[in-house]
Antibody, heavy 117, light 105 residues
Framework: QLQLQESGPKLVKPSETLSLICTVS??????????WAWIRQPPGKGLEWIGT?????TTYYNPSLKSRVTISLNTSENQFSLSLTSAADTAIFYC???????????WGQGTLVTVSS | SFELTQPLSVSVALGQTARIACGGN??????VHWYQQKPGQAPILIIY???NRPSGIPERVSGSNSGNTATLTISRAQAGDEADYFC????????FGGGTKLTVL
């Protein structure tokens, strides 16, 4: 059974870079058949996919965020990370695993990142 | 670009059947997945690949997909089914519907 846990700052100033880490247990991110994803959800609103990375490091980004997003793997720590420049919106950020058929079967608990000066 | 359309809200009487639609152009040709999200919690997968239930999801939860509409059906609705429900597909990217709030009366 996979477990995912987000970590990182809970407060970011507007226009600064938001950086989060997802620690995965129960599988090796470098050999898994899963893809690894970041998803965000403004409070009271819907889910927005940010991007996905494969075990080989191939990335796929939401076109609306592509210029601001970087997702990368840290295989030695079994982690993957998110970097989002020009932070603007407060949201709950989830890391998750995407199964081969495209469904998300494991989610982290989510971390609320507030963007405020 | 492909879009998924869900009603903002659906109401169902206790013990009756709720149906939540997810519309998209020829969505029947895609695999649709459904998530339930309760307040303060992460979403959980309740239907994958149109009709499949993960372990632990009761049989009264089912899915279908044809034409331009995928449907999540919850039979014998319970108070504990009150939640937000999201549909999702893969269309060159992960795409979510806007979500439907289910109220059990």
């Amino acid at each position: 059974q996979l477990q995912l846990q987000e970590s990182g700052p809970k407060l970011v100033k507007p226009s600064e870079t938001l950086s989060l880490i997802c620690t995965v247990s129960g599988d090796s991110i470098s050999t898994s058949t899963y893809y690894w994803a970041w998803i965000r959800q403004p409070p009271g609103k819907g889910l927005e996919w940010i991007g996905t990375i494969s075990s080989r490091g191939t990335t796929y980004y939401n076109p609306s965020l592509k210029s601001r997003v970087t997702i990368s793997l840290n295989t030695s720590e079994n982690q993957f990370s998110l970097s989002l420049t020009s932070a603007a919106d407060t949201a709950i950020f989830y890391c998750a695993s995407v199964a081969p058929y495209g469904h998300i079967d494991y989610w982290g608990q989510g971390t609320l990142v507030t963007v405020s000066s | 670009s492909f879009e998924l359309t869900q009603p903002l809200s659906v109401s169902v009487a206790l013990g009756q059947t709720a149906r939540i639609a997810c519309g998209g152009n020829n969505i029947g040709s895609k695999s649709v997945h459904w998530y339930q999200q309760k307040p303060g919690q992460a979403p959980i997968l309740i239907i994958y690949r149109n009709t499949n239930r993960p372990s632990g999801i009761p049989e009264r939860v089912s899915g279908s997909n044809s034409g331009n509409t995928a449907t999540l059906t919850i039979s014998r609705a319970q108070a504990g089914d009150e939640a937000d429900y999201f549909c999702q597909v893969w269309d060159s990217s992960v795409l979510f519907g806007g979500g439907t709030k289910l109220t059990v009366l």
